[in-house]
Protein backbone atom coordinates (compact mmCIF):
# COMPACT_ATOMS: atom_id res chain seq x y z
CA UNK A 1 0.00 0.00 0.00
CA UNK A 2 2.84 2.90 1.00
CA UNK A 3 4.63 3.89 -1.88
CA UNK A 4 8.03 6.32 -1.40
CA UNK A 5 9.23 7.46 1.62
CA UNK A 6 8.24 11.53 0.96
CA UNK A 7 10.00 13.11 3.91
CA UNK A 8 11.71 12.27 7.33
CA UNK A 9 10.35 14.91 9.77
CA UNK A 10 13.11 15.89 12.08
CA UNK A 11 12.47 18.81 15.36
CA UNK A 12 15.22 20.95 16.15
CA UNK A 13 16.00 23.52 18.44
CA UNK A 14 17.41 26.05 16.48
CA UNK A 15 16.71 26.09 12.53
CA UNK A 16 19.60 27.73 11.66
CA UNK A 17 22.09 25.54 13.46
CA UNK A 18 20.67 22.81 11.79
CA UNK A 19 20.24 24.16 8.42
CA UNK A 20 24.25 24.79 8.53
CA UNK A 21 24.70 20.88 9.54
CA UNK A 22 22.80 19.63 6.38
CA UNK A 23 23.83 22.61 4.10
CA UNK A 24 27.54 22.82 5.24
CA UNK A 25 28.74 19.52 6.68
CA UNK A 26 26.46 17.42 5.01
CA UNK A 27 26.54 19.38 1.46
CA UNK A 28 22.61 19.34 0.97
CA UNK A 29 20.56 21.67 -1.02
CA UNK A 30 18.88 23.74 2.07
CA UNK A 31 15.86 25.79 1.30
CA UNK A 32 15.24 29.59 3.52
CA UNK A 33 13.23 29.32 6.42
CA UNK A 34 9.07 28.73 5.45
CA UNK A 35 6.82 29.88 8.14
CA UNK A 36 3.56 27.78 8.20
CA UNK A 37 1.52 29.41 10.70
CA UNK A 38 -1.46 27.07 9.83
CA UNK A 39 0.39 24.06 10.66
CA UNK A 40 2.20 26.04 13.94
CA UNK A 41 5.77 25.51 12.37
CA UNK A 42 8.65 26.85 10.50
CA UNK A 43 10.03 24.68 7.57
CA UNK A 44 13.83 24.06 6.50
CA UNK A 45 13.41 21.50 3.87
CA UNK A 46 16.58 19.43 3.00
CA UNK A 47 16.14 18.33 -0.55
CA UNK A 48 18.07 14.78 -1.21
CA UNK A 49 17.89 12.71 -4.79
CA UNK A 50 15.72 10.60 -3.35
CA UNK A 51 13.87 12.08 -0.61
CA UNK A 52 13.27 15.03 1.53
CA UNK A 53 14.37 16.03 5.27
CA UNK A 54 12.29 18.54 6.97
CA UNK A 55 13.85 20.24 9.42
CA UNK A 56 10.88 21.71 11.66
CA UNK A 57 10.86 24.47 14.54
CA UNK A 58 7.57 25.48 16.68
CA UNK A 59 5.73 28.63 15.22
CA UNK A 60 3.15 30.09 17.95
CA UNK A 61 1.54 29.36 21.13
CA UNK A 62 -0.05 26.24 19.52
CA UNK A 63 2.21 24.73 17.85
CA UNK A 64 1.74 20.61 17.77
CA UNK A 65 5.77 20.25 18.35
CA UNK A 66 6.08 22.36 21.28
CA UNK A 67 5.66 19.46 23.21
CA UNK A 68 8.32 17.11 21.43
CA UNK A 69 10.80 19.69 21.65
CA UNK A 70 10.52 20.28 25.66
CA UNK A 71 10.76 16.44 25.82
CA UNK A 72 13.68 16.12 23.29
CA UNK A 73 15.67 19.45 23.78
CA UNK A 74 18.32 18.45 21.36
CA UNK A 75 15.79 17.69 18.68
CA UNK A 76 14.97 14.38 17.46
CA UNK A 77 13.42 12.40 14.66
CA UNK A 78 9.37 13.01 14.59
CA UNK A 79 7.87 11.32 11.65
CA UNK A 80 8.17 9.55 8.81
CA UNK A 81 5.69 10.36 5.92
CA UNK A 82 4.67 7.35 3.06
CA UNK A 83 2.79 8.27 -0.07
CA UNK A 84 -0.17 6.27 -1.02
CA UNK A 85 -2.32 5.84 -4.03
CA UNK A 86 -5.74 7.09 -1.67
CA UNK A 87 -5.58 8.50 1.51
CA UNK A 88 -9.04 7.29 1.83
CA UNK A 89 -8.81 3.67 1.01
CA UNK A 90 -5.57 3.55 2.97
CA UNK A 91 -7.57 4.80 6.09
CA UNK A 92 -10.29 2.86 5.81
CA UNK A 93 -7.98 -0.19 5.50
CA UNK A 94 -5.60 0.89 8.44
CA UNK A 95 -8.64 1.94 10.54
CA UNK A 96 -10.69 -1.57 9.71
CA UNK A 97 -7.36 -3.21 10.62
CA UNK A 98 -7.04 -1.65 13.89
CA UNK A 99 -4.87 1.01 13.86
CA UNK A 100 -5.58 4.48 15.01
CA UNK A 101 -6.02 7.71 12.91
CA UNK A 102 -4.91 10.83 15.52
CA UNK A 103 -7.65 13.36 15.76
CA UNK A 104 -11.03 13.15 13.80
CA UNK A 105 -9.75 11.00 11.28
CA UNK A 106 -10.33 13.24 8.76
CA UNK A 107 -7.03 14.15 5.90
CA UNK A 108 -5.98 17.94 6.50
CA UNK A 109 -3.85 19.55 3.84
CA UNK A 110 -0.30 19.16 4.71
CA UNK A 111 2.78 21.14 4.15
CA UNK A 112 2.98 20.00 0.37
CA UNK A 113 -0.97 21.16 -0.67
CA UNK A 114 -1.90 17.73 -0.52
CA UNK A 115 -3.93 15.55 1.95
CA UNK A 116 -2.16 14.09 4.74
CA UNK A 117 -3.02 12.17 8.18
CA UNK A 118 -1.42 10.78 10.90
CA UNK A 119 -1.40 7.50 12.28
CA UNK A 120 -0.58 6.61 15.88
CA UNK A 121 2.94 5.49 16.87
CA UNK A 122 1.64 2.74 19.25
CA UNK A 123 0.00 1.04 16.26
CA UNK A 124 3.37 1.51 13.77
CA UNK A 125 6.65 0.22 15.83
CA UNK A 126 6.93 3.72 18.04
CA UNK A 127 6.81 5.85 14.69
CA UNK A 128 4.41 8.38 14.01
CA UNK A 129 3.67 8.12 10.81
CA UNK A 130 2.25 10.59 8.17
CA UNK A 131 0.60 9.61 5.18
CA UNK A 132 0.10 11.55 2.06
CA UNK A 133 -1.33 11.22 -1.23
CA UNK A 134 0.52 11.21 -3.74
CO1 LIG B 1 5.51 15.73 7.53
Do not use: W
Amino acid sequence: MIGRLNHVAIVVPDLAAAASVYRDALGAKVSAPVALPTHGVTTVFVELPNTKIELLHPLGDKSPIARFLADHPSGGMHHVCYEVDDIYAARDKLKAGGARVIGDGEPKIGAHEKPVLFLHPKDFCGTLVELQQA
